[in-house]
């Protein structure tokens, strides 16, 4: 979907008129009307506007160009839903809910996390724990967050 269908869709989804929307943007009609019919695009503080007054993140107000995943876990974050925020609401897009909520990393270190994983991820091949450890941590040390 492209941008403007995007934008568009906002003020419909939530009852407000261009003007309505334009007035919680601290923006013109006109710029709205200009984002709608695709003649414009917003710059990025207006991304960051429209992302935290209409609770939906950059990456979906882009059309969702790239495919998130967690710098700390790995998990795909294919829905706004998953995806982590800061203590002032905007989205973190780096990180899941789990990983990071209210400007707070959960895992304090990288071992925490393997901890986790072991005990909980699912074992279908009945694999050794510190086999399976090795292979999360082969795994998490690529994302950004534990380089």
Known sequence: MEIQD?????PEKNGLTQEQMAERLMISRQAV???ENGETQPDT???????KEF??????????PRQLICQCCGMPLN???????EKDGS????????????GKFVYQSKESLL??????????????????????DGYLSQLKHWK
């Open 33 to 35: 009307s200009r984002w």
């Open 45 to 51: 503080e207006s991304l960051k506007l429209l992302s």
């Open 55 to 64: 609770n939906v993140s950059i990456n979906t107000l882009l059309g969702t």
């Open 6 to 10: 995007i934008i568009k869709k906002l």
């Open 115 to 136: 901890d986790y994983l072991v005990s909980h991820m699912p074992n279908p091949d009945n694999q050794k724990d510190e086999d399976r450890r090795t292979q999360f």
């Open 91 to 102: 989205y973190n897009e780096d990180y899941c809910k789990w990983c990071y909520a209210d």
């Open 79 to 85: 829905e706004d839903s998953l995806i982590s925020k």
